[in-house]
């Protein structure tokens, strides 16, 4: 499981980074797209926080300016590997939803909800910069294992 999960975020690594490669290429960006990407960042670092059982102030739908994008995907990078290297995936994490509901998870189930998250949420985002870039990033994974 461990190398799927490392594959699964290689390819996540991979993706981000073409999209905001795009988005910062773009004849223009809309502020929804700025919206879904950091969204996408900011729930990697709020389930990264809780995995290692870190507070965080950070909001689920935190807007960051695109300068510090990339640093912030790199710092979730490394941190999803941490993880992935040196966590059970069946722990169990219990943790408070933004809304203040409670639930325990596995890491197992927390990854997989971040893999497709982020996919699920870089589709909108390509889809948004139809029209504003030269050519959209493909971005999917059968084309990264190739």
Not at 87 to 101: C, H, K, M, P, V
């Amino acid at each position: 499981m461990k190398e799927y999960f490392k594959q699964v975020f290689e390819h996540e690594h991979w993706a981000n980074l073409k999209v905001l490669e795009s988005m910062i290429g773009a004849t223009e960006i809309s502020q929804r797209i700025i919206e879904i990407f950091s969204h996408t960042i900011a729930a990697q670092r709020i389930w990264l926080d809780r995995i290692n059982g870190n507070k965080t102030e950070l909001k689920v739908w935190e807007v960051f300016d695109t300068n510090i994008m990339l640093e912030l995907l790199e710092i979730n990078y490394s941190d999803i590997l941490k993880v992935i290297n040196n966590q059970d995936f069946e722990r169990l994490i219990a943790y408070q939803t933004s809304n203040g509901r409670h639930f325990t998870s596995t890491i197992n189930q927390i990854l997989s909800h971040l893999a497709l998250h982020a996919s699920y949420h870089r589709g909108q985002v390509v889809l948004l910069l139809k029209g504003k870039v030269d050519t959209l990033p493909t971005t999917d994974y059968i084309l990264y294992v190739r």
